[in-house]
């Protein structure tokens, strides 16, 4: 339980609260790239949220506060429309998917407070828009499905933020149970949780500080490829591809659209065998393949930077003498966070030398941090 954020939402609100809700950021073990693609991906939520203290006002307004960021009213008699400021068209994209089911959302204030750095691919923007959902079941004493909730959301970011995500983020923030990763399978939109409770393993997320511009324009980019790729091999679903049937038609596929081609299909293999690896205890298998898809997400995706790429070579060459097992970046790429497997005894000193190695090579302070699965999104009581 969040405790510091909450009491710090509760300070930010001129009443007394009677909804707060919770929702965590995540970090995607393995599975990138390919939650728009059919394929499986397997985040967890991480013990990082972003809370929000509520009441209602008696108005027809939401009178939004965050820190470090403009406040924001939003008029809840109106079809809601993308404006000013940025960051409230998380929660008009929310609110609009709401009234779209046909609920009437009573006029409410709102303090937001958050522990996931915004911008590190940690997906707070997802963690921004399950919070808001869940505020707003709790507002509108109604709950929706988990499933219901997640698309929800992830049609708020499509339609008020732009951006055109898959279904990871908003899942795993939604779903993220303590000790369990969340496989998707992003064909059926299906969940399992996958244990995730060894207490002699641990996973170290590295924010690298930087957040090349180009994401936005390079993820529209890729997904692009992957839809053009898909058509050209003249098959339904990415599933029903091989990498026979990629290399068959390397030549026609031309480049770059082959390697984006050959990174799909080989990562949705990746993550198939990382659940079976990790359910076998085989953490040497998961940290190699944790290793190859970074590599395919630099070579053959290219969404990874000169930052990314340092992070990850630095706990790669501590090695398994050092208790890595595999490290590889996470989320959109071009800058963001990498996630390191490793074993527990280990993690002070792993922190300590990736901290100072990357400092001296880049200039930058990193934020370096180990978080467990953790529970998804819900009200507070
Ligand atoms: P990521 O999801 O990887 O953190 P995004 O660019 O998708 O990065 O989302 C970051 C955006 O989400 C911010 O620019 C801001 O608009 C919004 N956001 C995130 N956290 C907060 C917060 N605590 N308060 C207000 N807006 C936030
Ligand atoms: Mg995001």
Redesign the pocket.
């Known amino acids: 339980m969040p405790r510091d954020l909450i009491n710090a939402a509760l300070k930010g609100l001129s009443r007394p609260a009677t909804v707060i809700a919770v929702a965590p950021g995540r970090v995607n073990l393995i599975g990138e790239h390919i939650d728009y693609c059919d394929g499986f991906v397997m985040p967890f939520a991480i013990d990082r949220s972003?809370v929000i203290a509520a009441a209602k006002n008696g108005s027809s307004e939401a009178h939004l506060r965050?820190e470090g960021?403009p406040d924001a009213a939003i008029d809840l008699t109106l079809p809601q429309e993308i404006g000013e400021p940025?960051?409230a068209n998380?929660v008009r994209g929310v609110i609009d998917g709401f009234q779209q089911l046909g609920y009437d959302i009573p006029g409410f204030e709102a303090c937001?407070v958050?522990s996931?750095p915004?911008?590190?691919?940690?997906?707070?923007?997802?963690?921004?828009e399950c919070a808001t959902a869940t505020l707003l079941e709790g507002l509108l004493g109604i709950s929706l499905s988990k499933k219901q909730k997640a698309l929800l959301c992830q049609k708020a970011e499509h339609d008020f933020?732009q951006?055109p995500c898959g279904i990871m983020d908003q899942f795993a923030s939604t779903f993220g149970e303590e000790n369990r990763l969340v496989m998707i399978d992003c064909r059926s939109a299906e969940v399992t949780l996958v244990p995730f409770e060894n207490p002699d393993l641990a996973v170290i997320i590295a924010n690298t500080k930087v957040h090349h511009q180009l994401s936005d324009g390079a993820y529209a980019m890729r997904r692009q490829h992957t839809e053009e790729a898909l058509k050209w091999l003249g098959k339904p679903s990415w599933r029903d591809v091989t990498l026979t049937d990629v290399k068959a038609r390397w030549n026609d596929l031309g480049d770059p659209v082959n390697r984006r081609a050959r990174h799909v299909v080989t990562e949705i293999a990746r993550t198939q065998k990382a659940a079976h690896a990790l359910a076998q205890n085989d953490f040497l298998l998961l940290g190699e393949l944790m290793d190859a898809s970074h590599d395919s997400l630099r070579d053959d995706f290219e969404v990874s930077c000169e930052e990314l790429d340092i992070m990850v070579n630095l706990a790669r060459e501590i090695g398994i003498s050092g208790g890595v097992f595999g490290a590889r970046m996470t989320?959109g790429g071009f800058g963001?966070s990498t996630v390191t497997l490793c074993k527990r005894e280990c993690t002070d000193v792993i922190m300590t030398t990736m901290r100072r190695s990357y400092q001296q090579a880049t200039g930058i302070v990193p934020e370096i941090f180990c978080s467990r699965p953790s529970r998804g999104a819900h009200l507070v009581d």
């Open positions: 972003i965050s960021q940025h960051w998380y937001f958050s996931v915004g911008g590190a691919g940690l997906s707070s923007s997802a963690a921004l933020a951006v989320g963001g």
